[in-house]
């Protein structure tokens, strides 16, 4: 960790900051009011999760993201936009969804260039295996939107199957979607782009 993230994560924590808990978590009690919620998963250095959080202020937001130097990345970027509805969550995401996410309680699940274990002794690690897809399917409400991308194409299309095989979810665009305005892009991204490399929108809506 940078210090400039160590003390982000010291002296901001109690401001947004969530500790881990088995219990459910009241949405309306946290951010003091009744709105959307939206999680999203890895958040990595927070640059996209807080701008996002940013352009749609009437959007509650829950970051979840295990490694410490993001957490502290995205807890400067929030109080640099003064941002009221983000919170972050400094744990496992299959823990948190099982224990404090109530079912159909989502409007959508953000999961943004997750790790794509590119060895394929290591696939096994990765995060959207159907019986996660089906826990993240239930917690979101009738409507409510998966978004999930990549820059990996094997990965995007063994996403592109889990997904479709979830009878809980239908897929918004014919395979892959176009990268829709709120999702911005990333310098890694655009770099990448640049060198001709791809990247895969996948936009499926709770039945």
């Known amino acids: 960790m940078s210090p400039a993230q160590h003390r982000a994560l010291a002296s901001l924590w109690p401001r947004y900051g969530l500790d881990f808990s088995l219990q459910p978590l009241d949405t309306a009690a946290t951010f003091?009011?009744?709105a959307d919620v939206v999680i999203e998963i890895g958040c990595g250095m927070g640059e996209t999760t807080a701008t996002i959080a940013h352009a749609r202020r009437d959007t509650d937001f829950l970051g979840i993201e295990v490694h410490a130097p993001g957490v502290g990345s995205l807890l400067k970027h929030a109080a640099a936009l003064e941002l009221s509805n983000l919170r972050v969550i400094r744990h496992d995401a299959v823990e948190v969804v099982a224990a404090m996410i109530r079912p159909a309680a989502l409007a959508?699940?953000?999961?943004?260039?997750?790790?794509?274990?590119?060895?394929?002794?290591?696939?096994?690690?990765?995060?959207?295996k159907p019986p996660f897809v089906r826990e993240l399917a239930l917690?979101?409400?009738?409507?409510?939107?998966?978004?999930?991308?990549?820059?990996?194409?094997?990965?995007?299309?063994?996403?592109?199957?889990?997904?479709?095989?979830?009878a809980l979810l239908s897929n918004t665009?014919?395979?892959?979607?176009?990268?829709?305005?709120?999702?911005?892009?990333?310098?890694?991204?655009t770099r990448g782009l640049t060198l001709g490399h791809g990247v895969w929108d996948l936009i499926f809506r709770r039945r």
């Open 108 to 128: 959508g699940v953000h999961i943004f260039f997750p790790d794509p274990w590119p060895k394929k002794r290591h696939h096994k690690r990765r995060l959207l």
């Open 139 to 166: 917690r979101l409400r009738p409507g409510g939107i998966l978004h999930v991308a990549t820059d990996w194409e094997e990965y995007a299309q063994e996403m592109l199957a889990t997904l479709e095989a979830e």
């Open 32 to 34: 003091g009011r009744e």
């Open 173 to 189: 665009a014919d395979r892959f979607a176009p990268r829709p305005d709120y999702r911005p892009r990333t310098k890694f991204e």
